[in-house]
């Protein structure tokens, strides 16, 4: 992009300003999204500086923002740090004009002005900026390269990022809650970490201990938690805070069980995706909240994850270990996007048995075909899948539920209502000529995994 300056007490004189960049940006590009990409390149601005090391951020939101800001670092020639900062306003009725048209303001290190521009592409390249494009995959080690189990936060503002496990000792019936999640703030608000601790004794209330916030930074080896003096690895869960300490050991196989469609983990198309990294997970070791401790041995439960711009507008979901090994995960969610807030919640049924997933396939198309209703103390999900339909009955007993509030990374307040002790009903029929037939039933009491929230 190119153009000319106009510079405090430069006495009429216009210089020329020229940017040369390469934008590296994490994940896949989208024009609904809200990503920052890297800057690296040249500056050039005509009697005052020519750095080929400038760097610095582009918040690309053409439609979630109808912005495009560009903030840029780099030297002058007397060797002041300068620094660029603007953005193209995108404006849907003018898109051409709008895109290629950027405004910006020079300023020195004190953050006093130096000057303004306004900047434009010569749509006569193009050509050369599209074969520009390339898909380069992570290092091995960074954290999109960590599979579903590290870091994928780079720093964005506006996202949240949850690691999650839960679990039920089979012979006191114990159940367990272990939550660690990382907020970035929209408004660009320092991130910070934090979490919660929560054991369900039978015929008990829960005893909750929350893990109070502390600023995160990026952390390229994909395990931003360490800071904390947390542990939270696939065969680790550990921490100690002092009013509560944990350690617990896992024992699984098999592969990730996708909730939503393993696509939209990857490439982060939608607002905001669900996956079980360690379904059919077994552990051993203790919890400790204050003075008590809990012990678990070989406790079914399963470690998930979730990254995204924050929490559905309303939700539910459903994690349970069934009889024959079989395990089911449901995520029932209503978007926060204005086009979709309206609609009814999309829902994600996904089952693990013997003979493999299903269904085969989460795909949107089979989650808009199923039904939820949310509420308290029961909800239900049910639908048709191919030639077999579904039903799911949860009830959360309110004296084994416990409720927390909390920040979403937009500044609204959340709730959600949790119970690892719920109680669960899942019904299978097949159509066989012409009539349905039953073909499974399961049923947990007392150690089903369930949530319901939503903002308040």
Known sequence: MSGAARLLGGGGHEPAVRLDLD??????????????????????????????GATGTLQI????????????????????????????????????????????????????????????FDIRSLPRFLAGFRYRRSPSGV?????????????????????????????????????????????GGAPYQHGWIVVFPPNEQPL??????????????????????????????????????????????????????SWAWRSELLPAAQVVATPGARFDGSIRIGAREFAFRGAPGASSRI?????????????????????????????????????????????????????????????????????????????????RRIRVEVRMPAEQTVTLDYAEPSGDRVVCRNSERADVTVEIDRRERGRWRSEHRWSARGTAHAEVGGRE
């Open 23 to 52: 934008v590296a940006v994490p994940g896949l590009l989208t024009l609904w999204g809200d990503s920052e990409a890297r800057l690296a390149g040249r500056v050039v601005v005509e009697g005052v500086a020519d750095d080929p």
């Open 61 to 120: 939101a053409p439609l979630r923002r109808r912005r495009l800001r560009y903030q840029l670092s780099f030297h002058g020639t007397d060797g002041r740090q300068l620094r660029l900062d603007g953005w193209k306003s995108v404006n849907l009725l003018r898109p051409i004009h709008s895109m290629t048209t950027l405004p910006v303001t020079l300023y020195d290190d004190r953050g006093g002005v130096v000057g303004e521009a306004v900047l434009r």
């Open 143 to 187: 954290s999109r390269g960590a599979g579903v189990w590290g870091s994928r936060w780079r720093g964005q503002a506006g996202r949240l990022e949850v690691w999650y496990t839960t679990l039920s000792d089979p012979t006191t019936g114990t159940g367990a809650w272990l939550h660690q999640e990382i907020v970035a703030p929209e408004d």
């Open 208 to 261: 909750l201990h929350r893990v109070a916030p502390h600023d995160v930074a990026v952390c390229r080896d994909g395990d931003p938690l360490a800071s904390s003096g947390i542990t939270w690895r696939p065969e680790l869960l550990s921490g100690d805070t002092g009013d509560a300490a944990w350690s617990l050991t896992a024992d699984h196989t098999g592969s990730p069980l996708f909730t939503f469609p």
């Open 307 to 387: 990254y995204g711009h924050g929490n559905a507008r309303r939700w539910t979901w459903l994690h349970s270990d069934l009889d024959d090994g079989v395990v089911i995960e449901v995520v029932s969610a209503v978007s926060t996007l204005p086009l979709l807030r309206r609609l009814p919640p999309l829902t994600f049924v996904r089952l693990r048995t013997s003979d493999g997933d299903w269904p085969t396939h989460a795909g949107l198309l089979t989650a808009a075909r199923m039904h939820a209703r949310i509420g308290l103390p029961t909800w239900s999900v049910r639908g048709r899948i191919g030639g």
